[in-house]
């Protein structure tokens, strides 16, 4: 009977001392180096996914003109990245021959008619930078215009496919070949990089960073919580498209309803750089002063800078978010 407490004390300290010895102890070499090879074959697949989808996404090498106007211009990887975003494909050596033809062209034009060659020079530069950028800005917001509105539709064919019972994925790869223009392009985008192994949430989400519209994201999130919730995803989606149908109406109401006030503020602001380009074509001598005097340069430059203010004050007030 005296042995039976001894007994209990060292079973007890045998398995306080195998506790301690499994929480000390590190993981083992076999786990370990499974979990390595692992994480090894995971960056591979990764690698040659992402290797994949710059292939799909980019056209092709680079040419040597490209090359040297990538040096030249600031950030080419955003510009190239804007320039995808056109829907055309133009590259970025393109985009550098027309900013330099333009700037050649103004400068000329600008010196026969008697600026002055740095006036004509700088005049060139600011629209052989600024043409090129408003135009692949028109060309954006124009493909994205078409891409919203043609969305809900799209939405819509995906809820038609799910009720039908074809799975998500196959689902995305339909809309892509049914439809045209911006929405059909992508959705087949997403559906190519899903076949060569990219998962759905990364190939989406790549898609609404490119486009970096609201309504594509409000379409990302609500597929991906819907994977981890579960749920009814075709109500969801029906839902979402009766959504961003309000959504593009209340829009069009607003830009009505602003209309005369933009007008307005175009007229405003475009109706004194119109006076001083008919009276230089009339008496070019009697504008130049603004370029001479001091006084006028000082006072144009004023004129300037109120105007801008007044523009940006109008914009502002204009400009609706949704």
């Known amino acids: 009977m005296d042995l039976m407490p001894v007994l209990l004390i060292s079973a007890g300290?045998?398995?306080?001392?195998?506790?301690?010895?499994?929480?000390?102890?590190?993981?083992?070499?076999?786990?370990?180096?499974?979990?390595?090879?692992?994480?090894?074959?995971?960056?591979?697949?990764?690698?040659?996914?992402?290797s994949h989808s710059r292939n799909i996404s980019n056209s092709g090498p680079q040419s040597k003109t490209d090359v040297a106007f990538g040096r030249l211009l600031p950030n080419p990887a955003q510009l190239a990245k804007r320039l995808a975003m056109t829907g055309k494909d133009y590259t970025v050596g393109q985009y550098g021959m027309a900013s330099a033809g333009l700037v050649a062209v103004v400068a000329l034009l600008l010196t026969f008619k008697g600026l002055p060659f740095l006036l004509a020079m700088f005049l060139g530069l600011v629209v052989g930078a600024g043409l090129p950028h408003f135009a692949v800005n028109y060309l954006i917001k124009r493909r994205i215009a078409r891409f919203t509105a043609k969305f809900p539709?799209?939405?819509?064919?995906?809820?038609?496919?799910?009720?039908?019972?074809?799975?998500?994925?196959?689902?995305?790869?339909?809309?892509?070949?049914?439809?045209?223009?911006?929405?059909?392009?992508?959705?087949?985008?997403?559906?190519?990089?899903?076949?060569?192994?990219?998962s759905m949430d990364s190939?989406?989400?790549?898609?609404?960073?490119r486009l970096g519209t609201p309504e594509f994201q409000f379409f990302v999130i609500t597929i991906a919580i819907q994977r981890e919730t579960g749920g009814n995803l075709a109500e969801t989606l029906s839902n979402l498209a009766t959504?961003?149908?309000?959504?593009?109406?209340?829009?069009?109401?607003?830009k009505a309803m602003s209309s005369e006030s933009k007008a307005s503020a175009y007229?405003?602001?475009?109706?004194?750089?119109?006076?001083?380009?008919?009276?230089?074509?009339?008496?070019?001598?009697?504008?130049?002063?603004?370029?001479?005097?001091?006084?006028?340069?000082?006072?144009?430059?004023?004129?300037?800078?109120?105007?801008?203010?007044?523009?940006?004050?109008?914009?502002?007030?204009?400009?609706?978010?949704?």
């Not at 959504?243 to 607003?254: E, N």
Request: include cysteine.
């Open 267 to 322: 007229i405003v602001g475009s109706l004194p750089f119109i006076v001083f380009g008919m009276i230089w074509m009339i008496n070019d001598n009697y504008m130049q002063g603004f370029f001479v005097d001091q006084r006028l340069m000082v006072a144009g430059l004023g004129g300037l800078l109120w105007m801008g203010i007044g523009a940006f004050i109008m914009a502002k007030m204009v400009n609706f978010e949704i």
């Open 203 to 209: 190939a989406l989400q790549d898609t609404a960073d």
């Open 13 to 50: 300290a045998m398995v306080v001392l195998g506790c301690l010895l499994f929480a000390l102890a590190g993981p083992s070499a076999q786990k370990a180096s499974s979990r390595r090879l692992s994480a090894v074959r995971n960056r591979h697949v990764e690698a040659v996914v992402e």
């Open 243 to 254: 959504v961003l149908r309000q959504r593009g109406q209340m829009k069009l109401k607003i």
């Open 153 to 198: 539709d799209a939405i819509e064919l995906l809820v038609r496919g799910l009720r039908s019972g074809l799975p998500i994925s196959e689902t995305i790869g339909v809309v892509g070949n049914e439809l045209e223009g911006p929405v059909g392009e992508e959705f087949r985008m997403v559906s190519d990089k899903m076949k060569i192994g990219k």
